[in-house]
Structure formats: C-alpha cells, structure tokens
C-alpha cells in the first residue's frame, strides 16, 4: 500500500491550482468528450483505478479532473490537449503522461501513461456509477418532502442559473441554505463516481428541517455564463443570487438563509458573508482554504516532493521555480505576453516538455481565476463576517490541511465577534468520506457515504440556527406529544342593569 501511495503521488504533484486548464488544439472540430472513463494503471505491488472526469465548457475547452478512490484522492487537475482523434493528458511537472487515440465515438482512451521508471499500456473506457450508486438510485423512493426544479437570476453577472430546491413538508416558514461548490465546474449534485456529495447532503438536511437550493455551476448543466472566464469573486456574486432567491419563497424564513460551501465553495460563503448588505443569516465551511492562495499551492508542492523522497535541494529548486512562475503572472498583466514568458521558463526547467503542454500550462495560469486565486487571501476580510459561522475539516484531506488552514480561520473569525465552531473529522477526506471500511453495503457491495458524524455535526448546528429562527419543525420529525389543557371552572357572569330615569 505504502508503494502504491508514493507512487501515485508522483501523478499528483501539482504546482497549480484547484481546477485544470483544458486546450484544444487543431483545426477540426474535436470529438465531444463529456463524462467519466476509468481504468486499472498497473503498478508495483498492486493496481489502481484511474479515473478522469472530463467536462465540456461553454467557450470550447474542457475541464479535466484524476481521481483514485482506493487512495481517497479527488478532483485532482489533468491538462488536455485534444487534435481531432489524438488525445494527452498530462501532469507536466511530475512528468506524468497519458498519450493515446479517442476511439469507439468517444467511448474508449487507449494509448501509453508514461512515468518515470515507469511505461505501460492504460485503457480507459466510459464509466458508468458503482453497481451500489446505480442500485441506490433505483431504490429512490419519492422524497417526504416538496422537491422542484428552479431557475433564478444574477443581475451582476446577468445570467440565469438552474438547480433544484428541497423544501420540508409542513407550513413553514423554514430555515434554509444554498450550497456552493467546490473548484473546477460541477452540477448541483456535485457527482463524483456516483457519490453525489450535495444530493447527499440536500436530500438529509431536508429531512431534518433545512430547506436546500443546490444549483448547477455557471456554464454547466442548465445554467448559463461562461465558467472558464470566472474567479472565486465571481462565484459569491452567484451565491449572493441564490440567498435573494430564496429568500423571495413564500416557505422560507428570509431572516434565516444560509450558504453552506465546500472547498472553494466554503470560501465563496465566507466572501459573502462579508459583504456589507444582504449578507447569508449563517455560514456552514467545509473543508475551506485558510492560507493564501499561492502559499497553499507552494505548500502542497514541497509536501507532494518530500512525500515522494525529493532531498531539500530538490525541493527548493521546484519550489524556486513555481515562485518565478507566479511573480511572472502577477506582474505581467498582459496575457500574450506572460504566456510567453511562462512557456519559456517551463520549456528551459523541462526539456521534455512540448510546446503544446507549455502552451495549455500557461493558459491556465494566466486565467482570470489563477490571477485572482495568486494574490487571494481568505484571511483579509474575515473579521468583516456578520454571521455566526460553523468550519468542517477532516483529518485525512490531501488537498486541504485541516490543522493549518482550520487554525487560521478560526483565528481570524474570532475578531468578527461572531460565534464560531470548529470540529476536526477523524480520518475524513475531502469529499468528507470516512474510511471505505467504514462504508454501507448496496447491491453487494461498498458504497461512498457522508461522514455520518459530519452529518451529525451539520444536522445539531443548523437546527439550532432555525430555533433561533422561531422556525417550524418539519412534520418528518417527530414532535413532542402536546400537554393536556387544564379546565378552568367558568365563573358566573354578572349582568349589569341601568335604571331609567
């Protein structure tokens, strides 16, 4: 196993940032890639399960993710490189590769994954969810509670965005909250593999009494805009859309909504929260950054070498070069001309790398969000939040440290005067799963479930949010039987008479 990590984290190593740079090259128009494709990459001592998600962006590209389930890592970025029916996928600075051919219509990637000290054949064909995923959903039975689909407008960025809002059976008025995604462009179910991680946590939180907006990213699914021109700074403006939404509904208590982010997500609430008007009632962060955005890369890269035995030299000379790689973006504004620059450095520290991947590497870099994500800071407008906050890290995240990052919101929280819990999930990743042991059985076998205790954590401090709220108790839990009336004896009444006169 331990073989397996070390190995696998060499296809990990990133300089970048939380979402992938996509580039399609050619002239002809590129087959239409859109979903899942998953494979065994055999490896010393065992095999491991590759999967990339990749998906269509309104201006042309795509995005492109990696995920391991036996290892827990998620959402990890790939860059693409498309021309016509020849495909790459590559993680340049662990020179890690896949090259092959898109065949049966998009249905199956064959080609080679290069690695050093490593070279072998990987076919990755379209996936579809784990038996247990799929023999859940069947299993779906009609929800106790009202469920629609809803569209609602950003007057900012004037754009329409889709998603699906979950209401508690009963009169209401009810509490309620948004949730707000992690990086890289997602549906409102936030689908990884079958693991639905908002659709889990929409469904649960409304059978506990919490009304739930979940929406489809800008330029993804049924909402509108263009994700690939988009920062961190543009996501609150959506999330600010949704809390104007919902508190527009006739069921919902408008002095009681929310957002509840992840990841990026959770930062995306904290931003709006903030905000000097129309701020959210209350903010629920999972597993959001708390160091600034350069420096969380930077760290994850020394982390990622030193995990994979590099000596200190080794680090600090790759460390050196992503410091160069990012002064170069901040004090370039210009995007030709810092793409130029960036292509130069990276083709004179790797002389294994084309000018392809250079260029796909540069784009990504330059992008608004990379720009603005380089000098972001969460810890800048913490003490501007007006509303109790609720911060959820688990102790096996890969892509944010719960004890670094967690410390540093909580302490720059503190000087908001506003409440704040914090709790730290035992053996919890990123998409706040426990241990696969840990898992429910569906269909034979495991399935990827929400860290009940998460869950738990969630459940106790939103509700408490809505009886401060003065807000109903759904009919789906169980109320206390009511008192008996005490009968008070009527007392005789006393007719008063006028005398005439």
Known sequence: ??????????????????????????????????????????????????????????????????????????????????????????????GSRFEGKVLAGGDKLVGTWQQPGLKTDLTLERGTAPAAAQAAKKLRLTPPYRESEVTFYNPVAKIKLSGTLTIPSGEGPFAAVALVSDSGPQGRDSDVQGYRVFGILADYLTRHGVAVLRYDDRGVGKSGGDFSRATTADFVTDARAALAFLRDRPLIAPQQVGLLGHGEGGNVALLAAAEPLEAPNFVASLAAYGQPGRDVLRRQQGEIMRLIGADGAQVKAAQGLFDRLVETVRQTPNAAA?????????????????????????????????????????????????????????????????????????????????PVQAHRLGGVNHLFQDDPAKW????????????????????????ERARLAKAPVPVTVRRPAPRPKTLTPMRPRTRRVTAAI
């Open 1 to 94: 196993m331990q073989k397996l990590l070390l190995f696998l984290s060499l296809l990990i190593f990133i300089s970048s940032t939380g979402r992938a740079a996509s580039h399609l090259a050619g002239t002809g128009e590129p087959p239409r890639l859109n979903g899942q494709w998953q494979g065994p990459l055999k490896v010393p001592g065992g095999t491991l399960t590759l999967i990339i998600t990749i998906v269509p962006l309104s201006n042309g590209t795509y995005y492109a993710a990696l995920d391991v389930p036996q290892q827990r890592i998620s959402r990890m970025p790939v860059e693409v490189e498309l021309k016509d029916d020849n495909l790459k996928l590559s993680i340049e600075q662990a």
């Open 440 to 463: 429910p059985i569906v269909a034979g076998e495991r399935q990827a479930a929400f860290s009940p205790e998460g869950l738990s954590y969630l459940q106790t401090w939103l509700l």
């Open 338 to 418: 810092a793409r130029a620059k960036i292509i130069t450095l990276l083709r004179s520290s790797n002389s294994a790398l084309d000018e392809p991947m250079a260029r796909a590497r540069a784009v990504q870099l330059t992008s608004p969000w990379s720009r603005y994500f380089f000098d972001f800071d969460p810890a800048s407008r913490l003490s501007l939040v007006r509303c109790p906050v609720l911060l959820l890290n688990g102790t096996a995240d890969l892509q944010v440290a719960a004890g670094r990052n967690m410390s540093l919101l909580q302490k720059g929280l503190r000087q908001s005067g506003q």
